[in-house]
């Protein structure tokens, strides 16, 4: 099958791979997200799909925006299916529906359930235990079209929006080598009218977290939500550090001022986040303009210096 795939980033990767390392499809165009600038020169960097593209010998274009002229390329090319996913820009009905196969997209999340740019910080944020995929016929409108072929995931835990998004990826992957053996023999079935919701883009304002009055469970979910793009900010006796390590501890009983961080030796030296409903125990952090460290190694430096406050 005669494939043109449209779009960017780690989530898209797996589906990608899989279809070019398939002996049965072709890939004969990409369309991804342009270069974008990044590190302190601000050079310009392609993003994975681009440069897999390249290196594959695909053709591979990045339009700002699909325009008559990116229109009416994309309809001179001799293929039988679109397929869409992490693809930012929204695509003429033109374009869905000018190949014989029509437009496909994987979304992950288990359709009609978070239509939008997000569903997997949703996923996460909501605390949800259960998720998925589906792969869908692609229509004028945002994430409504009929599912063609969809798959469900149960949810730890403790699994961050980087888990998560591998997962779901490689499930998308996996379906849809599965649907193109036999395209022909499924039969889309329309989204319900029932339990629709929207995941819509989140912003950093977004995940402000107050320490003083949400419960320890809203505050990882959040913290989860966003890894590994952003970490939790804490300061301690004037000293700024970001948190990368963690483990929840649910109490209601601890006596801990809420949302100060404390030293405590009852057990070892810990550092600790009294949060409502549990403590944060802090195992790895990364001090503003220093190297990530063991919290051991950052209490051992304070009281090297005499100056640690500390509760036993």
């Known amino acids: 099958m005669r494939v043109i795939f449209m ?14 390392h398939s002996s049965k499809h072709d890939v004969v165009a990409v369309f991804t997200k342009m270069p974008q600038k990044k590190g302190r020169g601000l050079k310009l960097h392609k993003n994975v799909i681009h440069e897999k593209s390249l290196d594959n010998g695909i053709d591979t274009y990045t339009p700002n925006i699909l325009d008559t002229e990116t229109i009416n390329l994309i309809k001179k090319i001799d293929a039988d299916l679109i397929i869409v996913v992490s ?36 996923t996460i944020l909501n605390k949800d235990l259960e998720t998925g995929v589906c792969i ?18 149960s949810i730890d835990h403790d699994w961050d929006y980087l888990n ?12 849809l080598l599965q649907l193109l053996i036999d395209f022909h023999d499924k039969n889309p079935i329309p989204q319900s009218r029932n339990n629709i919701s929207y995941a819509h883009k989140f912003y950093a304002k977004d995940f402000y977290i107050n320490l003083k009055s949400e ?18 900010s804490l300061e301690f006796q004037d000293k700024k550090f970001q948190v990368k390590q963690y483990q929840m501890r649910l109490s209601n009983n601890h ?24 403590i944060l125990e802090l195992e790895v952090i ?4 220093s190297r990530t460290l063991l919290v051991k190694d950052f209490i051992n430096g304070l009281q090297s210096k005499k100056n640690a406050f500390c509760i036993s």
């Open 7 to 20: 779009g960017s980033g780690e989530f898209a990767y797996p589906p990608f791979l899989s279809l070019i």
């Open 87 to 122: 693809y930012d820009k929204k695509i003429p009905s033109e374009i869905l529906f000018d190949k014989k196969l029509g437009a496909l997209n994987i979304h992950p999340s288990l359709l009609p359930k978070y239509r939008g740019a997000s569903p997997i910080q949703h």
């Open 136 to 153: 869908i016929k692609m229509d004028e409108k945002f994430d409504t079209g009929d599912i063609v072929i969809s798959k469900k995931l």
């Open 164 to 175: 998560l998004s591998r997962k779901l990826s490689i499930i998308g992957s996996n379906l």
């Open 215 to 232: 419960h320890i469970t809203d505050i990882d979910a959040k913290v989860r939500a966003l890894k590994p793009y952003l970490s939790l």
């Open 255 to 278: 006596h801990y001022e809420i949302g100060k961080v404390i030293i405590d030796y009852s057990f070892g030296k810990k550092l600790l986040l009294p949060c409502i409903g549990g």
């Open 286 to 289: 990364k001090p503003e303009n």
